[in-house]
């Protein structure tokens, strides 16, 4: 889970700021914010399904 969650966020928001200052400020700032809110939710999306789902894999 440590390392699920470590690469999703890390992921996510990395892609969308390199992108987005990679390409420039003004399309930069448009695609940066875009890909990496979208990737990144989505990351948390998983992550937090994932987390709601541990406490009932540990109950007996």
Known sequence: VGVGV???VGVGVG???GVGVGVGV???VGVGVGVGV???VTHW???ISLLLQLPGKFVP
């Open 38 to 40: 979208g990737v990144g």
């Open 6 to 8: 470590g690469v999703g």
């Open 45 to 47: 999306i998983e992550v």
């Open 15 to 17: 892609v969308g700021v």
């Open 26 to 28: 003004g399309v930069g």
